[in-house]
């Protein structure tokens, strides 16, 4: 096999995600297998992974436990769901995830299959709600600029990045997107809406840029919270499952969101799955009107999904991975520091705990061009690791698991990645002047 299309363009029969036409068909970006945080490439290479998956494989690929707890739910049930019906698979995961996200807060848990669809999940939560407590006026719903909630339509109108938005159709009436860490611009909006919105959903670390919410501006959205009445919504789909210090990011803020949203890490990247954890005030609501909430998807809290959930969340434990992960980002916070410091063109680093970015400037001090990121991610994947396009730059999102010759490998990696596609660019430069 090699690094090299071999099929036309386009007439492949696999049509990837997020994936021009050119890069189709490449067996240099075909992965065979995974072991604890390396990829196997058809091409025959081996790629130290800088992203855990899509920020998902927390405690590294291929992890035993898991495995045999996937492998024994479908011997035991191939298929059982909770459309109309309930399984002990399900309410073992649900009863597990409330004693983890923290039970004298929260009180039920809905399964879902993907991040986006339980964003779109929470929307309909939100809106239910405020029903419920006849106020039918609040279905308006804000997230930050900058955001990503993901690609379902629902989800599509909340992420705060322009996707193509408007190409696709996408109805974004009753969404707002105020900017993040700004109290001025959250406040105006809600002297001039306030009662009319349903949720107000962040991430703790909004999505590809990696910018924190500072204290400041979550102590003004809480506040807020209790003045207007809205749902504080935590999209945890990224930071949760140890990324950030604590098992959730939103542990560490001073009160507890009104719905908790966890995909990606949940299950360590082997099932598609995703839940939306209720506080006890919000189920409460719904369990006094005999209200039944309008949702439901096939996959969701299958016996296979939900005991990789629980097995997920024992592994976790037994590694004491949050703990990993914090040692982890003590070193990178040294490591990415004296990045900035001894290369020219890395700007700064953004981010908390196991979730970064790598912002890189051109010699003149201006952004690194957004159009070449593509270039530089596969200039970094030709030094030898996976790493995530970024604003003006790359992600970083090591496994919490990562060793410290693991990390000394991958920053190794981003820098002669760095310089290799810088040389690449500045070749054809140089012809052109001679």
């Not at 036409?21 to 290479?45: E, I, K, L, M, Y």
Request: net charge negative; charged share 20%; proline share 5%.
């Amino acid at each position: 096999m090699n690094d090299t299309t071999t099929t036309p363009p386009g007439h492949h029969p696999l049509w990837p995600s997020l994936t021009a036409p050119r890069d189709q068909g490449r067996d240099d970006t075909c992965a065979v297998s995974a072991h604890g945080v390396r990829v196997r490439f058809a091409d025959g290479r081996e790629l130290l992974d800088g992203s855990s998956g899509l920020w998902n494989t927390n405690i590294g690929y291929g992890n035993e436990a898991i495995a045999a707890a996937a492998a024994e739910a479908l011997r035991e049930a191939s298929y059982l769901s909770v459309f109309r019906y309930e399984n002990t698979h399900a309410r073992r995961a649900a009863e597990a995830l409330v004693e983890a996200a923290g039970p004298d807060h929260y009180g039920r848990v809905l399964f879902s299959t993907s991040g986006g669809a339980a964003n779109d999940l929470v929307m309909k939560v939100a809106r239910h709600y405020h029903a419920l407590r006849d106020e039918p006026r609040r279905k308006v719903v804000v997230g930050l600029r900058g955001s990503y909630h993901g690609l379902t339509f629902g989800s599509f109108a909340l992420t705060g990045d322009d996707l193509g938005q408007q190409l696709y159709g996408v109805d974004q009436r009753f969404v707002r997107h105020v900017a993040p860490n700004d109290p001025a611009e959250l406040n105006a909006l809600m002297a001039r809406q306030g009662a009319q919105i349903a949720a107000v959903v962040v991430e703790p670390v909004l999505g590809s840029g990696a910018v924190p919410l500072t204290e400041e501006y979550l102590a003004e959205l809480l506040r807020l919270r209790r003045e207007h009445g809205f749902l504080l919504v935590a999209d945890e789909v990224a930071t949760g499952f140890g990324r950030t210090g604590s098992l959730f990011a939103s542990q560490q803020w001073a009160e507890q969101p009104d719905l908790l949203v966890s995909s990606k890490g949940l299950t360590n990247g082997t099932s598609a799955a995703a839940v939306v954890i209720a506080s006890r005030q919000v189920a409460q609501a719904f369990t006094d009107a005999g209200a039944m909430l309008t949702h439901g998807e096939t996959q969701a809290g299958t016996p296979v999904t939900c005991a990789t959930i629980t097995a997920t969340l024992d592994e976790m434990r037994r590694l004491d991975a949050v703990a990993l992960g914090r040692r982890l980002a003590q070193r990178l916070d040294t490591e990415l520091d004296a990045l900035v410091a001894g290369h020219p063109r890395v700007a700064a680093t953004t981010g908390l705990g196991c979730f970064r970015s790598v912002r890189l400037c051109d010699p003149d001090g201006t952004p690194f061009p957004q159009d070449q990121v593509h270039a530089l991610v596969r200039a970094i994947r030709d030094a030898g690791a996976i790493v995530h396009p970024g604003v003006n730059g790359i992600q970083l999102f090591p496994a919490l698991t990562y060793t410290d010759a693991e990390l000394t490998e991958l920053l190794a990696a981003v820098t002669a990645g760095l310089d290799l596609h810088l040389a690449r660019t500045a070749a054809p430069a140089a012809e052109a002047l001679a």
